[in-house]
């Protein structure tokens, strides 16, 4: 497609219940990351793929948070028991090469709410 | 590791008048540097970037940043803005790393709101 695709845009969850979030990033993008980013502030690193490859997982706020790009393409952000605290836009992300300073184009977000 | 800071939440300002939005970082290596703007119910948008050369770049709608090493800033300025400028501003830096990767550290925004 043309920019990066991400679904569902809106999510509920029951506090404890398990959610994927999808992301297709622009075709050929090699570099794939996601974003968390709560209420009023900016958004913050969760993890990076360079193709199949998680390279940095650093961000991610607990083991509860999981992520995957299987065939270096599509990937699939997963939060398990979900608390109020997790509710946020998930930004997904990619760029063509994982060179800093190559331009990051961000997909309109998943907005994930837990009751 | 890097910070970002953008001292100023919001910003108000009526059509045709200039604009600056402040911004300053902190890193133990040198970094890129990039706006990006946040439109209503859009998702982020690259607005322009800074990697080497002329300190002072330009997007393509009138906006310009100017580098200062020595004040680690990025400001963001327009000297006549338009309603449809109304949005929320991003600074972000990026580390510049021989390995490669290009994470970004963002800022925590700064809404601009164009008024009549």
């Known amino acids: 497609g043309a920019g990066v695709s991400q679904s569902p845009r809106y999510k509920v969850a029951k506090r404890g219940q398990d959610v994927a979030l999808r992301c297709d990033p622009i075709?050929?993008?090699?570099?794939l990351f996601w974003y968390q980013q709560a209420l009023g502030q900016g958004p913050e690193f969760l993890t990076y793929?360079?193709?199949?490859?998680?390279?940095?997982k650093s961000g991610l706020p607990s083991d509860r948070f999981f992520a995957e790009r299987p065939e270096g393409s599509v990937s699939t952000l997963k939060i398990q028991r979900t608390q109020q605290e997790d509710s946020a836009v998930y930004l997904c992300?990619?760029?063509?090469?994982?060179?800093?300073?190559?331009?990051?184009?961000f997909g309109e977000g998943s907005w994930l709410t837990v009751v | 590791a890097q910070s970002v800071t953008q001292l100023d939440s919001q910003v108000p300002v009526f059509e045709e008048a200039p604009v600056e939005l402040r911004c300053n970082y902190s890193?133990?290596?040198?970094?890129?540097l990039f706006w990006y703007v946040q439109y209503p119910n859009q998702g982020l948008q690259l607005l322009l970037k800074y990697l080497s050369g002329s300190t002072l770049v330009e997007s393509i709608n009138g906006f310009e940043a100017e580098f200062n090493k020595s004040q680690t800033s990025f400001h963001l300025r327009k000297p006549s803005v338009h309603i449809s400028d109304t949005a929320e501003y991003f600074c972000?830096?990026?580390?510049?790393?021989?390995?490669?990767?290009?994470?970004?550290?963002f800022g925590t925004g700064t809404q601009l709101k164009v008024e009549l």
């Open positions: 793929f360079q193709n199949e490859a998680q390279l940095d």
């Open positions: 972000a830096v990026s580390p510049i790393l021989t390995g490669g990767g290009n994470k970004l550290t």
């Open positions: 890193s133990s290596v040198s970094v890129y």
């Open positions: 075709s050929g993008h090699v570099s």
């Open positions: 992300a990619s760029s063509l090469e994982g060179y800093s300073g190559n331009t990051i184009y």
